[in-house]
């Protein structure tokens, strides 16, 4: 099997599928949930009234949130991303989600371990990978230098086009900023300098010293 990096100028692009539940119509949707109906009676136990009453709620959600699919790119692919890395995001997802909601010690265990686990399964695909494409190119010293390169050159960043319009409002911003820690502090009131000694009363200021 011959593996190959895609061409840096060429973005690839994934296939996706999703419902739009925010555009759904609640009113409609209840209106369909008061008149729903799971068909015959006639069911042998409670699990296949479950399925049915399941399937009814499903094609009813697909009525009003169709699937849609859209093409989406990355900046950068990932051959050594699999289905079963991603199942494991999805679970850390889960994870997480789950300890912020409680905050216990045994979730918050359980995100560890989950995390220790998914950045080695991470390593490992990455390593699986290259490992393969090296071993399958011998005698391709392209391959090679391209694997090579692709593991050793860094991104390269792209930052925004100096103009002088950025920078004034860069500058601006940061007056402005001084501008607001000035007035609150202006603004705070000075609290008058309290004591506790008897004599503070009687005592004078030290205009002169006696000769010694």
């Not at 479950?50 to 169709?66: E, G, K, R, T």
């Not at 190119?137 to 230098?145: A, H, M, R």
């Not at 607001?180 to 009131?189: E, G, P, Q």
Request: glycine share 2%; with cysteine.
């Amino acid at each position: 099997m011959k593996l190959s990096f895609p061409s840096p100028h060429i973005k690839p692009t994934r296939q996706i599928h999703f419902k739009n539940l925010k555009n759904i119509n609640m009113d409609a949707l209840a209106l369909d949930l008061k008149s729903l109906s799971i068909g015959s009676t006639n069911f042998l136990s409670g699990t296949d009234l479950v399925d049915s009453y399941n399937q009814s709620l499903s094609s009813l959600l697909d009525l009003h949130a169709p699937i849609k699919s859209r093409s989406v790119s990355f900046s950068r692919s990932a051959p050594w991303y699999t289905c079963e890395l991603h199942k494991m995001k999805t679970a850390g997802r889960v994870i997480e989600r789950r300890l912020k909601a409680s905050g216990l010690t045994v979730h918050k265990q359980a995100y560890r371990e989950h995390r220790k686990a998914y950045a080695e399964a991470l390593r490992d695909a990455q390593s699986k990978l290259y490992s393969t494409i090296i071993n399958n190119s011998p005698g391709n010293s392209k391959q090679l230098f391209s694997t090579v390169n692709h593991l050793l050159k860094p991104l390269s960043l792209v930052y925004p086009e100096a103009t002088e319009d950025r920078c004034n409002m860069h500058i601006n911003f940061f007056r402005q900023e001084v501008k607001n820690i000035r007035s609150h502090l202006s603004a705070t009131a000075v609290l008058p300098l309290t004591t506790t000694d008897p004599l503070s009363e009687f005592a004078q200021p030290l205009c002169s010293f006696s000769t010694v």
